[in-house]
């Protein structure tokens, strides 16, 4: 009986088991949220790492032809100092017309034809002599880059060039003249202007049948010296990002181009220049893109013509400021290219009224017939006009780079 029991009670055991066995397989098991993995998702690209972008820089020049002070702008400039109560003399009146053309600039070149400075009396052709009044008047019209080498640089011996070196030195520290070496010093004049760096150099042709005066603390150097100027040109390209020669050449009140200015001109780009500034015949000439024998493009302006001067001829009341642009590109590994661009001659008008009277220059965009008919020099040409002086332009300046 006992063993039934036990395994009855055995049997219903394993019944029971039996049956929870169900029930713990079915149970659900826990919700989990789902969460995507990090790894899961693509991995982005990198963004490039950019390239370093050169560096442009660029400076808007000018350059100015012949400022040539006759007795006739001297002796007005005391007048009207006279009559404002000051002594000395006022040329600023002469440049008020232009003003705002030379403030668009970052450099301003010119020409000064005669020797400016305080210690010699004021004289005229042939001989000149300059009050340093004039030189500070254009200083403040906005040029800051004066060529001292020309025909009339020994108008007045070597106390003429001491005097006359004495005055510019005593000009504010961003004047910068050239054209008149020292003997035993003839150093490259170097401008740095924003992370550029120019050099001026200039020659003469002649100096009127006058030697270098004996004692002469400085003098030019002649065009024909081309040994001496090869070296220096080329030693300016090496030293500068920018090489600027000025050349005092030509003929007098003609418009045609020499030969020898063409030679020249192409030697000088040739050596290393970048840009040719031609002065000296007192009228406008053309101008033109030169390339050198190494590739290298430069430009030359044959002639500026005048600029402030009492002269009688009517073509000569005529001239042109040049307007470039120097840009200077550096790459991020440190070398660099500078060249020109944009060139263009904006031609300038010399006015006066009788007797030489109330001289200054005018903008020819700013010009009108009514000045014209004014103008002193009808005197004796009558047909002195803006038409007159459209016709001498667009007969000596190319298409390409007039402005009118």
């Known amino acids: ?13 394993s019944m029971l088991l039996f049956a929870l066995i169900p029930l713990c397989t079915s149970k659900e098991k826990p919700s989990v949220p789902v969460v995507a993995s990090v790894d899961s998702k693509p991995e982005a690209t990198p963004e490039p790492t950019p390239e370093p972008a050169p560096t442009v820089t660029t400076l808007r020049f000018s350059a100015t ?29 002469c440049f008020d017309e232009v003003r705002d053309f030379y403030s ?23 001989c000149f002599s300059t009050p340093g009044e004039m030189g500070k008047a254009a200083y403040e019209a906005g040029f800051r880059v004066f060529n001292l080498s020309n ?27 050239c054209g008149l070496y ?61 090489v600027v020669v000025s050349t005092h050449w030509g003929v007098e009140g003609s418009h045609r181009i020499t030969d020898a200015q063409k030679a020249l001109a192409q030697q000088l780009v040739d050596w290393g220049a970048d840009l040719v500034i031609g002065t000296g015949p007192h009228v406008v000439q053309d101008a033109e893109w030169l390339t050198s024998a190494d590739g290298r493009i430069g430009f030359v302006a044959y002639s500026l013509g005048n600029f402030l ?43 006066y009224g009788p007797h030489y009277s109330d001289i200054r220059v005018y903008m020819f965009q700013d010009y009108t017939e009514e000045l014209a008919q004014e103008h002193g020099i009808r005197q004796e040409y009558p047909s002195f006009s803006l ?6 332009l667009r007969d000596n300046i190319s298409e390409e780079f007039r402005t009118f």
């Open 309 to 351: 001067n009492a002269q009688s001829q009517p073509d000569c009341m005529i001239g042109a400021a040049l307007s470039l642009e120097i840009v200077k590109t550096t790459q991020p590994d440190g070398t660099s290219e500078t060249v020109i661009q944009s060139p263009l001659l904006y031609p300038i008008i010399d006015h």
């Open 65 to 93: 032809g012949d400022n040539l002070i006759h007795q006739g702008i001297y002796k007005q400039a005391a007048r009207r100092a006279a009559g404002s109560g000051l002594s000395g003399y006022d040329f600023s009146y």
């Open 151 to 177: 025909n009339h640089s020994y108008d007045k011996g070597a106390a003429g060039i001491a005097a006359t070196r004495r005055f510019w030195s005593t000009m504010p520290d961003d004047t910068i003249t």
């Open 1 to 13: 009986m006992k063993k039934r029991i036990l395994a009855f009670s055995a049997v219903l055991t």
């Open 182 to 242: 020292e003997p035993k010093n003839p150093e490259i004049t170097i401008q740095q202007k924003d992370n550029v760096s120019i050099a001026y150099l200039s020659y003469t042709e002649h100096t009127n049948g006058l030697r270098t005066p004996q004692n002469a603390e400085a003098s030019v150097i002649y065009t024909n010296e081309t040994d001496r100027i090869r070296q220096q040109v080329e030693e300016a390209r090496k030293l500068a990002d920018f």
């Open 104 to 126: 668009g600039f970052d450099i301003n070149w010119l020409n000064q034809e005669t020797l400016v400075n305080t210690e010699l009396e004021p004289s005229t052709y042939p």
């Open 387 to 392: 038409s007159y002086i459209e016709k001498v």
